[in-house]
């Protein structure tokens, strides 16, 4: 019978199974009228427990849209505040709605060559360490990466200094971020020309292959040396790169942060640097972080910071 046409008080209830994540089917009887509203003291709890589990401060202006979000996905699983809120925090049971609501929520704002001044920081400093004798491979890593297009920019910058240095490349880009949806993309290394300013499509020709109609894709040479990683700045992993690294890139990340746990992170980003090697953040990340192991460069445009080589240099 065809039930499309009855009333629905007169129709059987469903009950489908809707899953957050694999392992835990929620049995939800349409019936139930969905909740469609978050009250002030709810959305507090849950960006509260949010910004412990990324560091990221869900501002004002952003709250309206996170809000519709939340209320969304409520609605879409037909759970209550309280339901849903307790089955993020279950440690067993959470891990994929946790996902999908990061993969929704961060912000992925993203360009090749994004701060310009500080790509052609990153060449000088690959052509500097590219002449010291006794260092072999040159360790880069991006975070904050999103889907990719920084870590090749550093990529494509690499293979710049080393040329300007007078040597073969010999180095590896691994990019960082807590999107696995965003990474999927990163390692796809596809992207619309127009992500690409004509200047930039003709310097980089080489390391171009054509995707289909009005696309691109970065080549073997640049893909080979370039990979992408899940992870969480807050849980200062230190697995990839184990020997430490030469170039640390994070920029438009650390300014979502509170003071206090960007001040955190960037001691910790010092102390994975090896010496000679340099930490770049944003314009004004690190205005109120002073480190007791690395020194300023002196940069009209660029904010970095060197820890003392080998020989104090």
């Not at 939340?70 to 849903?84: G, I, S």
């Not at 109609?213 to 990979?227: C, D, K, L, M, P």
């Not at 438009?252 to 942060?257: I, P, R």
């Not at 960037?266 to 994975?272: C, Y």
């Amino acid at each position: 019978m065809n039930t499309g046409s009855l009333p629905l008080s007169l129709q059987a209830p469903d009950t489908t199974e809707r899953t957050i994540d694999g392992r835990a089917p929620w049995i939800i009887s349409a019936d139930r009228p969905p909740e469609t509203t978050i009250e002030s003291g709810q959305f507090q709890i849950w960006t509260e427990h949010f910004e412990r589990r990324t560091g990221v401060i869900i501002h004002g202006h952003r709250e309206p849209f996170v809000r519709r979000e939340l209320a969304r996905r409520l609605n879409e699983l037909q759970l209550d505040f309280e339901t849903y809120l307790s089955y993020l925090l279950d440690p067993a049971l959470g891990q994929g709605e946790w996902r999908h609501l990061l993969d929704h929520l961060l912000i992925k704002e993203t360009r090749f060559f994004r701060h310009r001044a500080s790509h052609t920081f990153v060449q000088q400093e690959v052509a500097r360490l590219a002449g010291e004798a006794h260092r072999d491979r040159i360790a880069i890593w991006s975070l904050g990466c999103s889907t990719g297009e920084e870590a090749y920019s550093l990529a494509t910058d690499a293979m710049a200094g080393f040329a300007t240095g007078g040597r073969p490349p010999n180095f590896a880009v691994i990019g960082t971020d807590i999107s696995r949806t965003a990474l999927r993309e990163a390692r796809a290394g596809i992207y619309p020309a127009h992500a690409l300013n004509p200047a930039d499509r003709s310097r980089l020709a080489p390391f171009l292959a054509s995707s289909g109609t009005g696309r691109f894709q970065w080549n073997q040479e640049i893909r080979r040396r370039v990979a992408f990683v899940a992870d969480n700045l807050l849980d200062m992993q230190v697995g990839f790169f184990p020997d430490g690294v030469d170039i640390i890139f994070c920029q438009h990340l650390l300014v979502y942060f509170r003071r206090w746990r960007r001040r955190r992170a960037l001691n910790f980003l010092a102390r994975r640097l090896r010496p000679g090697g340099v930490l770049i953040v944003g314009p004004g990340e690190g205005s109120d972080w002073q480190s007791a192991t690395l020194s300023r460069v002196r940069h009209r445009d660029v904010c970095a910071y060197r820890r003392p080589g080998a020989e104090g240099q």
